[in-house]
Nanobody
Framework: QVQLVESGGGVVQPGGSLRLSCAAS????????VGWYRQVPGNQRELVAG???????NYAESVKGRFTISRDNARNMVYLTMNSLKPEDTAVYYC??????????WGQGTQVIVSS
């Protein structure tokens, strides 16, 4: 069982930056693939960035070059650093952790609003 708690969302102007954090409970966190997803009302949840147990990140085309995902296995933390934010990045951002042995877990989400 893994519990995930996101933080760091808020309101930011276009061009600004935010850093989202995801704190995970439980052991063997290092074996999990972790990712950040986002969802706007009426749309499906979409993958923004993911990073496997081996540490290789992948990004949605829309955020490449602007967002960076990282993980600190010693602290059971996952981060999403978001730069050059655009209004279309406005969404609820969710942290996800998955492992074939246990399944997939979600946090409660954190709201990001990019607006002038």
């Amino acid at each position: 069982q893994v519990q995930l708690v996101e933080s760091g969302g808020g309101v930011v102007q276009p061009g600004g930056s935010l850093r989202l954090s995801c704190a995970a409970s439980g052991s063997v966190f290092n074996v999990y693939t972790v990712g950040w997803y986002r969802q706007v009302p009426g749309n499906q949840r979409e993958l923004v960035a993911g990073i496997g147990a081996g540490g290789s990140p992948n990004y949605a085309e829309s955020v490449k070059g602007r967002f960076t995902i990282s993980r600190d296995n010693a602290r059971n933390m996952v981060y999403l650093t978001m730069n050059s934010l655009k209004p279309e990045d406005t969404a609820v951002y969710y942290c996800n952790a998955k492992w074939t042995m246990t399944g997939s877990y979600w946090g409660q989400g954190t709201q990001v609003i990019v607006s002038s």
